[in-house]
């Protein structure tokens, strides 16, 4: 069991179904596992009222470094990450909830140049990814060809930035609704595509417009969201992964993803000045 003293300080920006779940989790369980909650932030901080400590509540973001955090979460919206990500880590480890935003090239790189420079790590959870370290191994020994996910869904789980998906209608069965570079989903996709971005991050030689993806609409996918990986490497080498996630209907979040992120949090404890797959 961690002493208090060594236990990390986590700042968690945004309140909404994951930044509630992390909060919880280190309230209860944080003394056991080394992790103290430095600050909650949301753009609308009534709604902390009565679910987090006064004193922990940080109603100006940019006054953050106040709060000597170890780490800072975002778990809000890509844009969050676009304004600050560069100052938070200046300052601290951070870990990006909305990696889809790493699609952006100039950001992406940005953020890379400050980790280096300040000796943080930028971490991107695996959420619904299998055998995301596995992908990061095969690409750092140059024997990673090809990559491809797919992420299949009930339609009401997905939010598109288009209106490709408006005119669903129940039983309609299976519908792809784009397949191309992950660079090219992240836009249409933010909130659902996730999982696809930090699998561009584990595969870094691909990158983004080198790891292929497809989303799919099926309304027989009720109770969960299926994520499909195959990976291609040397002499005929593959590997397809089939992951059932749990969710209910219109949720965009499958169930065990929220673990997943908390056991990515018990990673992020400092790998230096790069980006970090945990
Ligand atoms: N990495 C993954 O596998 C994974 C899995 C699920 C969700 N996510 C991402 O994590 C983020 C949070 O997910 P969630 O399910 O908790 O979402 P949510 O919609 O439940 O909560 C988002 C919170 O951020 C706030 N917010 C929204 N837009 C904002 C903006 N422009 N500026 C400031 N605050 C804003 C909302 O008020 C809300 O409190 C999303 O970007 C989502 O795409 C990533």
Redesign the pocket.
């Known amino acids: 069991m961690a002493t208090k003293s060594s236990s990390l300080r986590v700042g968690i920006v945004?309140?909404?179904?994951?930044?509630?779940?992390l909060v919880e989790r280190i309230i209860k369980d944080g003394a056991d596992v080394g992790l103290t909650l430095a600050f909650v932030w949301?753009?609308?901080w009534e709604?902390l009222k009565g679910l987090v400590p006064e004193e922990l509540v940080l109603r100006n973001l940019s006054s953050f470094t106040d709060r000597n955090c170890d780490i800072i979460v975002?778990?809000?919206?890509?844009?969050?990450v676009q304004e600050c990500g560069v100052h938070f880590l200046s300052h601290s480890h951070f870990m990006v909830?909305?990696?889809?935003v790493l699609a952006d090239h100039e950001l992406n790189e940005k953020l890379r140049q400050t980790a280096k420079v300040n000796g943080k790590t930028l971490y991107?959870?695996?959420?619904?990814?299998w055998g995301g370290q596995d992908i990061q191994r095969l690409n750092d020994s140059g024997a990673l060809q090809a990559l491809f996910i797919r992420m299949s869904k009930h339609p009401s789980c997905f939010?598109l930035t288009g209106d490709v998906l408006s005119d669903w209608t129940e039983g309609e069965g299976r519908r792809v609704l784009f397949r191309g570079s992950v660079a090219d989903l992240c836009p249409l996709a933010?909130?659902?595509v996730?999982?696809m971005?930090?699998a561009a991050v584990a595969a870094g030689k691909l990158g983004f417009n080198g790891v292929q993806g497809e989303i799919v609409s099926d309304t027989a996918l009720s109770d969960y969201h299926l994520v499909e990986v195959e990976v291609m490497g040397l002499n005929g080498f593959s590997v397809h992964t089939v992951r059932k996630n749990p969710a209910q209907l219109g949720a965009?979040?499958g169930s065990a993803?929220y673990n997943?992120?908390w056991n990515s949090l018990l990673v992020c404890k400092g790998h230096g000045g790069r980006v970090y797959l945990c």
């Open positions: 945004g309140f909404g179904h994951l930044g509630q779940y949301n753009r609308n709604k975002e778990v809000c919206h890509p844009q969050v909830g909305s990696p889809s991107v959870p695996s959420g619904a990814l939010r933010p909130n659902n996730n999982t971005a930090a965009v979040t993803t997943s992120f």
